[in-house]
C-alpha cells in the first residue's frame, strides 16, 4: 500500500519543494509555499505502460476514430473570431478574467447558442443550479438545451459528461472550485487545479468535445494558480473591461490553433452581453474634431481594423522633472517619440507636464500609433486641432523618418467608412496600398518633420 506523498508547492509558480520555507526559491515569491498532499496512483501507471500501446504512428489507426478536424462554430461571431475562427474539437480553453467581469454570462450565452445544433454542458462549481437559471432568464436563453450541472467533483463530472452523445462543448465554471478524488489537499491549490486540468484535458482529447475552464485572475492580473495551467492548455483567453465602461473585450493571448493579437469585442446590457461589430464607432463616440490635442490613430486589432482617439495634454510644469504619464500606451515609447520631436522638430517639452492617453481605456501596443501619438503631441504644444477628418498611421524611427506598417488598404477603408477623408501614413507605401483608390485623400509623410510643418 502507497503512502500518501507530503510535499510543499508553491502556489504561484507550482515549484515543488522538500520542505517549507518562507520564500520560494524558484520564482521568488514570499509565503506562497503550501503543504499539500498527493495519493500516489502507481498501480495504475504500471498497469498503463504495460498494456504495450503506447507508441503510435502520426497517420490515424483504425483503433480510433478520426477526429472531426472542422472547427465548431458557436454562433457568437467574437468570441469565434477570438478562438481563431471557431473551436477545435479537442481542445481545451482557458478563460480568465477579473471577478465579476462576466465570464459566466458570456460563456453561459456561448453555450446557448452552440446547443441549437449540438449538445452542450455548462457544470459550475460556484453557484447553484437556481442561480444558474436566475442569470439564464435574464439573458433569454432559459429555453437552450443545455445540459446545466451544479458540482464541484471532477470525477462524477467526468463520468457524466462520458454519458453525453454528441457532446461538443463543456463549459467548467471554474477550475479553481473542482475537486479530484486523488488529491487531498485543497480546491484551488496548485495541485487541484494542475490534476483537475489534466484530467478535463484528457476528456477533451478521448471524447473530441471542447472545454472551456474559467480561471479566476489574481491582483496583480495573472491567472491564479500556476503558470503551468496556461502551458498545459490550448488556448488561453482573457477577459477584461475598465469598471467605468460597460464594454469587454475577449483577448487571446495564447492559441495553439490561431492567431493571439485577435480581440471580440462586447456591450454589457441588462440582457447580457451583445456583440459590438463595429468597435471603431463605440470608441469614437466621444470624439470631437475642433479641439487640440487629439489625433485620431487607424490601427489593427489581429485582423481587424480599429479607429482609436489618441489625447495629448502639455501643460506647464512646477516639478524639478516634469511628469511623463501615458495611459494604454506604452510609456518609454512615449519618451522616445517627445525626444524625436525635440531633436529632429526643434519642439520643446522641456519644462511641461505630459499627459497622454488612449480613449476608452484601450491599450495599444502596435508600433504603427507612433504617428497619431506624434500628431497628438504636436496638436496640443502648438493649441492647434489637427486637420479634420484625418487618421493616422506609422512607425517613427529615431532619426525622425515615418516608417511604412502593414495592412495600410484595411485602415483606410475602416476611416472611410466612418467618414474620414484625409490620411497621414508613411511616404513608402507598398504596391497594394499605392493603387488605394478611394475616398481618402492620403498625404505621405517621409519625415515627422513634415508633420510638423
Ligand atoms: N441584473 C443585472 N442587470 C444587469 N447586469 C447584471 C445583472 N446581474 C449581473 N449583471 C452584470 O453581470 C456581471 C457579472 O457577470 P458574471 O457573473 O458573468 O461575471 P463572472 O466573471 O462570472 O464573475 P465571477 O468571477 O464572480 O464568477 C456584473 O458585473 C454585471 O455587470
Ligand atoms: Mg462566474
Ligand atoms: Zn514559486
Redesign the pocket.
Known amino acids: 500500500m502507497a503512502k500518501t506523498q507530503q510535499q510543499f508547492v508553491c502556489q504561484e509558480c507550482g515549484g515543488w519543494h522538500s520542505k517549507w520555507s518562507g520564500r520560494c526559491d524558484t520564482c521568488g515569491a514570499w509565503n506562497s509555499i503550501v503543504e499539500e498532499s498527493i495519493a500516489p496512483k502507481q498501480t495504475a501507471r504500471h498497469k498503463r505502460i504495460d498494456s504495450g500501446n503506447f507508441f503510435s504512428t502520426l497517420e490515424t489507426s483504425e483503433t480510433e476514430a478520426p477526429l472531426d478536424h472542422s472547427r465548431i462554430l458557436t454562433g457568437i461571431a467574437e468570441f469565434d473570431r477570438v478562438c481563431g475562427g471557431g473551436l477545435v474539437p479537442g481542445s481545451v480553453i482557458l478563460v480568465g ?1 477579473d ?7 458570456l460563456l453561459l450565452q456561448v453555450v446557448a447558442s452552440l446547443s441549437q445544433s449540438a449538445a452542450c454542458a455548462y457544470i459550475s462549481g ?1 453557484e447553484a443550479l437556481s442561480q444558474l437559471r436566475l442569470r439564464a432568464e ?1 439573458l433569454k436563453v432559459n429555453k437552450a438545451a443545455v445540459h446545466m450541472a451544479s458540482s464541484t467533483q471532477l470525477q462524477d463530472i467526468l463520468v457524466a459528461i462520458d454519458k453525453l452523445s454528441n457532446l461538443k462543448l463543456t463549459i467548467i465554471d471554474s477550475i479553481q472550485t473542482m475537486i479530484s478524488e486523488d488529491i487531498t489537499s485543497a480546491a484551488g491549490t496548485v495541485s487541484q487545479v494542475r490534476a483537475c486540468t489534466q484530467e478535463l484535458i484528457a476528456s477533451a482529447k478521448k471524447q473530441g468535445h471542447v472545454v472551456i475552464l474559467v480561471g479566476h485572475v489574481t491582483k496583480e492580473g495573472v491567472l491564479a494558480g500556476p503558470r503551468v495551467l496556461e502551458h498545459m492548455v490550448d488556448t488561453v483567453l482573457y477577459f477584461e473591461g475598465e469598471r467605468n465602461y460597460d464594454y469587454r473585450i475577449l483577448r487571446s493571448v495564447k492559441n495553439r490553433f490561431g492567431a493571439t493579437d485577435e480581440i471580440g469585442v462586447f456591450a ?1 446590457g ?1 440582457q447580457g452581453l451583445t456583440e459590438v461589430r463595429n468597435p471603431s464607432e463605440l470608441f469614437l463616440a466621444n470624439h470631437q474634431n475642433e479641439v487640440s490635442g487629439t489625433a485620431i490613430f487607424a490601427g489593427m486589432e489581429g485582423t481587424r481594423p480599429i479607429l482609436l482617439e489618441i489625447q495629448a495634454l502639455v501643460a506647464p510644469s512646477y516639478l524639478a522633472s516634469p511628469r511623463r504619464t501615458a495611459v494604454g500606451w506604452d510609456s518609454n515609447r512615449l519618451s522616445m517619440i517627445l525626444a524625436v520631436l525635440e531633436a529632429r522638430c526643434g519642439l520643446s517639452f522641456g519644462n511641461k507636464d505630459i499627459y497622454l492617453n488612449v480613449a476608452g481605456g484601450l491599450k495599444i501596443t502596435e508600433p504603427a500609433a507612433d504617428l497619431a501619438v506624434a500628431a497628438a503631441l504636436i496638436s496640443a504644444i502648438k493649441n492647434q486641432p489637427v486637420p479634420p477628418s484625418s487618421i493616422y498611421f506609422g512607425e517613427i524611427g529615431l532619426t525622425g523618418e515615418v516608417r511604412p506598417v502593414s495592412h495600410s488598404e484595411l485602415r483606410f477603408k475602416e476611416a472611410e467608412k466612418l467618414g474620414f477623408t484625409q490620411a497621414f501614413c508613411a511616404s513608402s507605401l507598398s504596391k497594394k496600398t499605392a493603387a488605394y483608390k478611394g475616398q481618402i485623400n492620403i498625404h505621405p509623410l517621409k519625415y515627422l518633420l513634415e508633420l510638423v510643418r
Open positions: 478574467g471577478p465579476g467581469i462576466g465570464k459566466s454570462t460556484e435574464r454589457m441588462n
